[in-house]
Each structure stands twice: as structure tokens, then as C-alpha cells.
């Protein structure tokens, strides 16, 4: 008779796959902003046994955090083909695409994320920042924008991506309004106020390096804030 798992038994069960615990692991040391501590730790676990879905998806956001854009995008295609339902992956690819300048990609990545799961904010914000950086269909990334506020109206990134596609379009009294609806609700977001100030004429706008396609974002780090579209 197979015994009875007791609730003493559950963390060695958590963790019984080492692949599961490698991934665990890193995680941690990722959320914990070491990145390439996290990396190297990660990497053998995935030479050992690539099937991880959730090991790629973790490898390609640590690469993104990284400024690694071509490890990021090739995590995230494994990811991909191992876990075609899972928006998460097609949404860091299209992040990985936008970077390195190719946006058609970019944005067809950001849609199919947007298929699988319609009613997330996350992949229309998405679907926002590949048009924005693209520099083409505005309107639709105000309209991306204007959809994820619809899905998390309290999420105050979401405001932050509205006044970037409002501004971009020319309606200044409209983006200075949601660059403030973004600050009231996030209060220390430097790049959400330096925006508003140069809206107002009080700073002078941060002239980007045309990298790999990199325009529109600057360079804070991604572990810390989740919003590589902010990065400043």
C-alpha cells in the first residue's frame, strides 16, 4: 500500500526534482538582484535537463535584465516551444525583439501574448511599448495603454505607458494628466516625473543612444522595478 504523504513530507516533495530546486534557487537569487549569481547557478540545471519551461522563462528574464537581449531571446524561445499556451514567455521575446530592433517580430510576439490571455494588462501594456518603440501606429499603442488602464485602473505603470503614447501623439494636456494620475499613485518614480517635468518645460528630454534598436527606454534595472519600459 503506497503510504500517505504527511504535511512534514511536503518540502521534500517541493523539492525532490533537482531540476525544480536549481530553479527555485535562482529565482531567489534573482528577486534578490543578483542576476548573474542567479545565471550561473541556472545554467548547468538547464544543460542537465532543458525541458524546465519555467527554467527557460526565468534564464530569459534574468538575460533581459542582463542587457542580454540575444541569450534573452533564445530563452525565451525554448520557452516557447516547451510551453506554447504560456503568454509569458511570447511576451519577454517580444521585449528581447524590441531591443534589438526588429519590431515587426516585436509586435507579433506582444499580440500573441495578448490571444492567450486577453484579460491581462501586462501584455496589452506590451503590445503598447513594441508599437512605441517601433515609432509607428501611435494610436493603437494609446489604445493598447488605454485597455490595460481598463483591466488594472490602480496600477500606476499602466498611466506611466498612457502619457508616453498620449505624448507621442501630441496631446500634451492629456499626457501630462495620466504622467499625474501616475505619480499619485506612485509618488517615487523618477523617470514618471522627469517625463511630466519636460512635458512642462522644467527638464530637458534624455537623449537616448539609437542602440539595437533601444529608443524610448532608458537603463534602470529591471530586477528592481519589473518595468523595463521605464528604465531611465
Same mark, same amino acid.
Given at each position: ?7 512534514? #513530507? ?6 525532490? #526534482? ?76 517580444s521585449r528581447a525583439l524590441t531591443l534589438l530592433g526588429r519590431h515587426d517580430e516585436a509586435l507579433s510576439m506582444a499580440y500573441r501574448a495578448v490571444v492567450v490571455e486577453p484579460k491581462n494588462p501586462l501584455w ?48 500634451? #494636456? ?59
Amino acid at each position: 500500500m503506497t503510504p500517505i504523504p504527511t504535511p512534514s #513530507d511536503a518540502p521534500a516533495r517541493a523539492f525532490a #526534482d533537482p531540476v525544480e530546486q536549481g530553479v527555485a534557487r535562482a529565482a531567489a537569487l534573482f528577486e534578490h538582484l543578483q542576476p548573474e549569481r542567479a545565471a550561473a547557478l541556472l545554467e548547468p540545471v538547464l544543460v542537465s535537463n532543458g525541458t524546465s519551461a519555467p527554467g527557460w522563462i526565468l534564464m530569459a528574464r534574468i538575460r533581459l535584465a542582463m542587457d542580454q537581449a540575444e541569450a534573452a531571446l533564445d530563452a525565451a524561445g525554448r520557452a516557447v516551444t516547451l510551453a506554447p499556451d504560456d503568454p509569458r514567455p511570447l511576451a519577454i521575446a517580444s521585449r528581447a525583439l524590441t531591443l534589438l530592433g526588429r519590431h515587426d517580430e516585436a509586435l507579433s510576439m506582444a499580440y500573441r501574448a495578448v490571444v492567450v490571455e486577453p484579460k491581462n494588462p501586462l501584455w496589452h501594456d506590451r503590445v503598447a511599448w513594441a508599437l512605441l518603440a517601433a515609432d509607428r501606429q501611435i494610436a493603437d499603442a494609446e489604445q493598447a495603454a488605454r485597455t490595460a488602464i481598463g483591466l488594472d485602473p490602480n496600477e500606476a505603470h499602466y498611466y506611466f505607458t498612457h502619457g508616453v503614447a498620449l505624448a507621442a501623439l501630441g496631446h500634451v #494636456d492629456q499626457a501630462r494628466q495620466a504622467l499625474g494620475t501616475s505619480l499619485r499613485l506612485e509618488p517615487g518614480n523618477p523617470v514618471a516625473k522627469h517625463r511630466l517635468d519636460v512635458l512642462n518645460g522644467v527638464a530637458e528630454p534624455v537623449v537616448e543612444k539609437k542602440k539595437r534598436g533601444w529608443k524610448l527606454f532608458g537603463r534602470r534595472e529591471e530586477a528592481r522595478t519589473g518595468r523595463p519600459e521605464e528604465r531611465h
